[in-house]
C-alpha cells in the first residue's frame, strides 16, 4: 500500500490508522484539524476511545507493522498526539 502526497483534512477522532498492516509506505502527507468525538464527551467517556492523527500500528501493540515506512509527514491541529506507534525498550533488539 502507498499513500503519498495527500492533504487529510477535518476528520473526527483519528485521521489516519494502521492496524497489522505489512509493507506499507505513507510519505509526504499532510494531516490537520483532527477533532474529539462530541458523542462521548458528553458523557465523561472521551478518555476511553483511542484518538490522535496518525496511529501506527498503536491500536493492536505488541503486534508488530512488518516493513512500514513513514517519512515527510506534517500533522498539525490534532487531538492528543500527531502520530502515536509503539516502540521498543532501551537495549532491546
Known amino acids: 500500500m502507498w499513500i503519498e502526497n495527500n492533504v ?4 473526527i477522532q483519528t485521521a489516519v ?5 505489512v509493507a506499507a509506505v505513507f510519505t509526504n502527507n499532510f494531516v490537520g484539524h483532527t477533532l474529539p468525538r462530541s458523542s462521548l464527551e458528553a458523557t465523561g467517556m472521551q478518555t476511553l476511545d483511542v484518538h ?3 496511529l501506527i500500528c498503536s491500536l493492536t501493540h505488541p503486534k508488530a507493522c512488518p516493513g512500514m515506512s513513514i517519512t515527510n509527514n506534517i500533522a498539525a491541529g490534532t487531538i492528543f498526539a500527531g502520530f502515536m506507534a509503539p516502540a521498543a525498550n532501551c537495549g532491546d533488539s
Open 8 to 11: 487529510i483534512w477535518g476528520t
Open 17 to 21: 490508522g494502521f492496524n497489522q498492516v
Open 52 to 54: 490522535g492523527g496518525v
